[in-house]
């Protein structure tokens, strides 16, 4: 066995010397939030007023309800942030808009419509200012059963939802969306193939502007006009007999992107609580190199 020599190592505090550590200033700036010059504040004509400023990118854990199991979950959202700035101030305190959300996060807020209103309209009243906007995204998780064994397991789309408040017009404008993943089979393929039809994944994006904010699941009413307009459905868990009865009803039902693109927008139209929408949709490709895309959009008071 080979024996090494034990090293002899400075300290911790010369180590960190050793790379370039040193020691703190006397500073001769004020240390006491009183005495501190506070620029963001300074009045003046600052040329423009701006529509949005503020943080994105912020990570933290929600709750949400869910009429699909689970009821009850928490998950990690991700947040933006914004107000309106006047042409007279420099900046607004973006720490503040952190500060009210770990508030909310406090009183373990659950996220729904109503409550991203009510945030977006206290926003604009703690930041002093006429506009907020706040945007959030975040995994949503239900589970599914194949169609023949009851084998269940967990799914998850991607929602979105924004809540904008106007001060001046004591208005709310809330907006919602969904990701979600599905199967297609192509008809032209099925059309003209002896046996088989080559199918892909396809990605449905719905964003969709309320005429008020919503109390029931929107997040279900989005899911099922992606889903149930598509060949199939994706399963977690998906044994012979299960895969059987997907694949078939995907032969059943074949479509173009454009159809699914199309079929989802009728769905949308009848829901009587969305003002306007936007549809996208993806498919895979699983015999071509590229992608299929898709997209319309639509305003019922146009």
């Known amino acids: 066995m080979a024996l090494h020599l034990k090293k002899i190592l400075p300290n911790k505090e010369e180590r960190h010397k050793l790379f370039g550590s040193v020691p703190p200033i006397k500073g001769k700036k004020p240390t006491d939030k009183e005495n501190m010059p506070d620029l963001q504040n300074k009045p ?28 009850h979950q928490t998950t990690v959202a991700q947040f933006t942030l914004t107000t309106s700035l006047i042409q007279q101030s420099k900046g607004i305190n973006m720490s503040r808009l952190t500060e009210l959300l770990h508030e909310y996060h406090k009183k373990n807020w659950t ?5 991203l209103s009510q945030f977006s309209k206290e926003l604009v009243q703690w930041m002093e200012q006429d506009h907020a906007e706040v ?15 009851g084998k269940g397991g967990l799914m998850h789309a991607d929602m979105w939802m924004k809540s904008s408040y106007q001060e ?22 099925k059309e003209i193939s002896e046996y088989s039809a080559h199918n892909q994944r ?3 994006t719905i964003k969709a502007n309320l005429y008020e904010h919503v109390s029931f699941d929107w997040k279900k009413e989005l899911l099922e006009a992606a889903e149930t307009n598509a060949s ?9 007999p299960d895969e059987k009865m997907v694949t078939e009803q995907a032969y059943e039902n074949p479509r173009f992107v454009e159809d699914l693109c199309r079929l989802i927008a009728a769905d949308l139209y ?13 498919n895979e490709e699983s015999i071509h190199l590229h992608d299929a895309v898709a997209a319309l959009s639509f305003s019922k008071e146009e």
């Open 202 to 204: 396809g990605m449905v």
């Open 44 to 71: 003046n004509d600052y040329l423009f007023p701006i529509e949005k400023v503020g943080i994105s990118n912020v990570r933290h854990p929600v709750n949400i309800t869910s009429e699909l199991d689970p009821g």
């Open 135 to 149: 945007e959030v995204s975040f995994p949503w998780f239900f589970e599914r059963k194949g169609p023949a064994t």
């Open 270 to 282: 009848e829901m009587d609580f969305i003002r306007s929408f936007q549809v996208e949709c993806r």
């Open 111 to 115: 996220l729904d419509l109503s409550s």
């Open 232 to 240: 199939a459905l994706l399963h977690p868990v998906l044994k012979r």
């Open 168 to 189: 001046e017009e004591k208005k709310h404008s809330p907006s919602i969306g969904i990701t979600a993943a599905v199967t297609t089979l192509c008809p032209c393929s």
